[in-house]
């Protein structure tokens, strides 16, 4: 038994144990003074950061308030009046009740949003149109809100107003229910257009947006406006008698209030002068018998933990031996320094394991960025696991993602490894910015995540990659023809990397085809759509191809692309158009043409290059070498008038005549009805549809470009006269051609 307690090994093992107790106790022991004497200031400060999170989130709803009234300010009509009879016109009321729909659907916490005239007894909401008495005696009916009131109210001059909530009596499709609302009505001081305006809002739905529930329990939350009377509160007792007459507030700055068991902080709105109100329990209650019950844990818990070193001093002398014997030494003396000469045996083993675990790591997080930005959602416990893998991809609060691609100027030049690639990206951005993470996505596009602390270093980041990708190009990456696009700014957060990415991504699609910058920024995307497409020609292109006239057929890709070019349209849309071209001319080979998939083989050399293509002329050249290819074995154009190609060039060539059905089936040889059929089979749509379609788009050209009358236009392209011609036209694109003129006068 003596032997037993003096050997060494167990007597290390009770001291170590001991060492480790003792360590414990003196931390928990300034740990729990700590959160006895500060936990209401740590709990308070929580609540702090949760209240100005909720301040924020107040800002931006009367933001959105502010602007949906400007917005609303904004639309046209301020006379509802017919030019013609004087009469209210309900194209007018039905066009501004969809803006008003569509400006109440984007704001979740909006009821409703009301605009009526002086002149007329007439309300306008999201859902339709009534009187406005019947409005607030049927829909949103109260003792002092109604007709009467709204109308005095609006006949003075009055400020933006925000009223408290009240009790409403809204109707549904069966009953009555009570609801409380808000009520903003705009002011008039300044009158922006003749319309009165009345915004609805759920009280419950705001303070649900606003997340209510992070703060502690206890506490409450009141908004004064600017004319410091209480707009909403969470408080049933909100009597704030005394308390605002014994705080001085700087608007600066926040104050703070102590008063009987309570403590106010007031905030000041950094956007309409509003001031929040957060009142706070001041002090937990019974935190001595807190403290008590402390102490009497963490003495039990030290007359426990060394009976228990003691058991353990014993248990473990017997697997402490074992483990000894295990990496290689004597179990004699238990001492255990002899494990030190087994674990330096194991280093080797673990450095190399390590390399390799690096190298799965990088792999890794690639995995979980590519995951991240996936179009299609994983499941939540996936998610989670993202979140906890993710944290740590960047450090910065806020980030930008930059998508690079490169392309081999020389394709019988070795090209660089990818993980090479990598790192001389990863190298060159580490030294502008540290906080850098690059990832390969493919087809040599490469991913970068920069995070970053402030919203301005965004500019400077930019100014930076602009000098290095132009030292790039001529030296590490001499090779390769590189391009960058800078994403817009996001908070660090899981769900904005898909944001990040698809906006770096647009970024390289609508980049314009005579940039010249290596990097792009996303912000300053031109978005356009002035893409020309000359159907007439396209068909000659198919004819001369048919016909082994190459030479012409290569001047209308050439001058198809000049004049895409001289328009500066997006890459994306020049190669859309190449492809398109690509497919029209296909119809023309012959059938046996596709023999061991000689077609299809041709489609896929021709797609890879337009996905690679850096530039329009790259492009062009793909299409026209493809073009030499099918002109080899397109076949002989039918002379049957009764094909596609020849009913839809003479549609295009004499557009403007009276092309009935009768005449047309005359042409191609064949009956009207016989005719009408085909048509519908063939194009998809009917003869008429697509006449309209080819005169209508026509005639969209000589609204922008020329100065003729409607009634010319309409004439010009085919119509009897200039009332058919607005009908159709409004029947397409749902405004009538003036208007769309309008529209586009300034392009």
């Given at each position: ?5 003096t050997?060494l090994?167990?007597?290390q ?5 001991l060492l480790?107790?003792g360590?414990?106790?003196?931390s928990?022991y300034?740990?729990y003074?700590?959160?006895i004497?500060?936990i209401y200031?740590k709990v308070a400060?929580n ?12 800002d931006d709803?009367?933001?959105s308030i502010?602007n949906?009234?400007?917005?609303i300010h ?5 006379s509802?009046?017919?030019e ?10 039905y066009?501004?009740q969809d803006?008003?729909?569509a400006l ?5 916490f909006?009821?409703e ?10 309300a306008?909401t999201s ?7 019947d409005?607030f005696q ?5 003792d002092?809100?109604?007709?009467t009131y709204?109308?005095t ?7 933006f107003?925000?009223l408290?909530g009240?009790?409403?009596?809204v ?6 229910q009570?609801?409380?609302?808000m009520?903003?009505?705009d002011g008039n001081?300044i ?7 009345i915004i609805l ?6 303070l ?10 206890g ?6 406006d600017?004319?410091r009377?209480?707009v909403?509160?969470t408080d ?5 008698s005394?308390?605002?007459d014994?705080v001085y507030f700087?608007?600066a700055?926040?104050a703070?209030?102590t008063k ?5 902080h007031?905030y000041?709105?950094d956007?309409n002068?509003?001031v ?5 329990p001041?002090?937990f209650q ?10 009497m844990?963490m003495l039990?818990?030290i ?8 058991l353990?001093?014993?248990y473990?002398?017997r697997?402490v031996?074992k483990?000894?014997?295990q990496l290689g030494?004597?179990s ?8 030190l000469s087994?674990?330096?045996k194991?280093?080797m ?5 390590r390399r390799?675990l ?9 995995s ?6 996936d179009?299609y ?7 989670l696991?993202?979140?906890s ?5 960047v450090r910065g609060?806020y ?5 690079v ?5 020389d394709?019988g ?7 090479g690639i990598?790192?001389?990206l990863?190298?060159?951005l580490?030294k502008e910015?540290?906080d850098?993470?690059v990832?390969?996505d493919?087809?040599?596009?490469f ?9 301005g270093d ?6 930076d990659?602009?000098?290095?990708f132009?030292g790039?190009?001529q030296e590490s ?8 696009s800078?994403?817009e700014l996001?908070?660090?957060e ?10 770096a ?6 980049r314009?085809?005579n940039e ?7 912000e ?8 020309y497409?000359?159907?007439d020609?396209i068909?000659k292109?198919?004819n ?5 006239k ?5 001047e209308?890709?050439?001058e ?5 070019a001289?328009?500066?349209?997006h ?5 859309h158009?190449a492809k398109?071209m690509?497919?029209y001319?296909?119809r023309?080979?012959h ?9 299809y083989?041709?489609?896929q ?5 337009i996905d ?5 002329l790259?492009?062009?050249?793909a299409?026209i070498e ?5 002109a080899?074995h397109s076949k ?22 009276n092309?009935?059905?009768?005449h047309i089936a005359?042409i191609v040889e064949?009956?009207p009805?016989y005719?009408?059929?085909?048509f519908?089979k063939?194009?998809g ?9 080819v005169r209508?788009s ?5 609204l922008?470009d020329?100065t ?5 236009i309409?004439?010009k392209?085919?119509y ?8 159709t036209?409004?029947?397409?694109y749902g405004?009538?051609?003036?208007e769309?003129r309008?529209q586009?006068?300034?392009?």
């Amino acid at each position: 038994m003596k032997r037993f307690f003096t050997n060494l090994g167990i007597v290390q093992i009770f001291c170590s144990l001991l060492l480790v107790i003792g360590i414990m106790y003196v931390s928990n022991y300034f740990v729990y003074r700590n959160s006895i004497s500060g936990i209401y200031d740590k709990v308070a400060q929580n609540n702090n950061l949760a209240v100005k999170t909720m301040i924020q989130s107040f800002d931006d709803s009367f933001r959105s308030i502010n602007n949906m009234i400007h917005s609303i300010h904004g639309l046209p009509y301020d006379s509802l009046e017919s030019e013609e009879d004087g009469r209210i016109d309900m194209v007018k009321v039905y066009t501004m009740q969809d803006s008003i729909a569509a400006l109440v659907s984007s704001v979740d916490f909006i009821e409703e949003a009301i605009v009526f005239y002086d002149d007329y007894d007439l309300a306008i909401t999201s859902l339709g149109t009534s009187s406005l008495s019947d409005l607030f005696q049927r829909k949103y009916k109260h003792d002092l809100y109604n007709e009467t009131y709204w109308r005095t109210y609006m006949k003075g001059k009055n400020a933006f107003k925000v009223l408290p909530g009240q009790d409403f009596k809204v109707a549904t499709a069966s009953s009555w229910q009570r609801k409380k609302l808000m009520v903003a009505v705009d002011g008039n001081k300044i009158r922006i257009s003749n319309k009165h305006i009345i915004i609805l809002i759920d009280e419950a739905a705001l303070l649900k947006h606003v997340n209510q529930k992070a703060m502690i329990p206890g506490a409450s939350f009141i908004v004064l406006d600017q004319d410091r009377s209480v707009v909403l509160s969470t408080d049933a007792n909100s009597d704030l008698s005394g308390v605002l007459d014994e705080v001085y507030f700087n608007p600066a700055s926040e104050a703070s209030l102590t008063k009987e068991d309570y403590q106010y902080h007031f905030y000041k709105s950094d956007f309409n002068d509003f001031v929040y109100i957060n009142k706070v329990p001041y002090q937990f209650q019974n935190i001595d018998s807190v403290i008590k019950a402390n102490e009497m844990i963490m003495l039990t818990a030290i007359i426990c933990a060394i009976l228990l070193s003691v058991l353990l001093s014993i248990y473990l002398n017997r697997p402490v031996k074992k483990i000894i014997r295990q990496l290689g030494g004597t179990s004699r003396g238990n001492d255990f320094r002899k494990i030190l000469s087994g674990v330096v045996k194991m280093q080797m083993e673990i450095e190399s394991t390590r390399r390799q675990l690096k190298d799965a790591e990088s792999e890794a997080r690639r995995s979980v960025f590519l995951q991240a930005v996936d179009e299609y959602a994983f499941d939540s416990q996936h998610g989670l696991q993202l979140q906890s893998s993710y944290s740590d991809l960047v450090r910065g609060k806020y980030f930008v993602l930059m998508m690079v691609h490169l392309d081999l100027r020389d394709k019988g030049q070795t090209p660089l490894p990818i993980e090479g690639i990598a790192a001389v990206l990863h190298t060159a951005l580490q030294k502008e910015h540290d906080d850098v993470q690059v990832f390969y996505d493919k087809n040599l596009h490469f991913v970068a995540l920069i995070g970053m602390g402030q919203p301005g270093d965004r500019a400077i980041l930019l100014k930076d990659l602009k000098r290095l990708f132009a030292g790039l190009g001529q030296e590490s990456l001499s090779a390769y023809s590189v391009w960058a696009s800078v994403s817009e700014l996001y908070a660090a957060e899981l769900k904005n990397y898909k944001l990040a990415y698809r906006s770096a991504m647009n970024g390289l699609l609508y980049r314009a085809v005579n940039e010249t910058s290596h990097v792009l920024d996303a912000e300053k995307i031109h978005y356009g759509w002035s893409m020309y497409f000359p159907f007439d020609k396209i068909e000659k292109l198919s004819n001369y191809l048919s016909n082994g006239k190459l030479h012409e057929g290569r001047e209308i890709i050439s001058e198809t692309f000049r004049e895409n070019a001289s328009r500066n349209v997006h890459q994306h849309q020049m190669a859309h158009i190449a492809k398109t071209m690509f497919l029209y001319i296909l119809r023309h080979v012959h059938p046996n043409a596709n023999q061991d998939d000689e077609m299809y083989k041709l489609e896929q050399r021709f797609l890879q290059k337009i996905d690679c293509a850096h530039d329009y002329l790259e492009i062009e050249q793909a299409l026209i070498e493809a073009a030499k290819h099918i002109a080899k074995h397109s076949k002989p154009e039918e002379t049957n008038k009764l094909n596609p190609g020849f009913i839809s060039q003479y549609i295009e060539l004499h557009y403007m005549e009276n092309l009935y059905l009768d005449h047309i089936a005359e042409i191609v040889e064949t009956s009207p009805k016989y005719f009408s059929s085909y048509f519908k089979k063939t194009f998809g749509i009917n003869y008429v549809e697509y006449l309209n379609k080819v005169r209508l788009s026509h005639a969209k050209e000589l609204l922008k470009d020329s100065t003729l009358s409607i009634g010319e236009i309409g004439e010009k392209t085919g119509y009897l006269n200039s009332s058919t011609f607005t009908t159709t036209f409004k029947k397409y694109y749902g405004i009538s051609p003036s208007e769309f003129r309008k529209q586009h006068a300034n392009e």
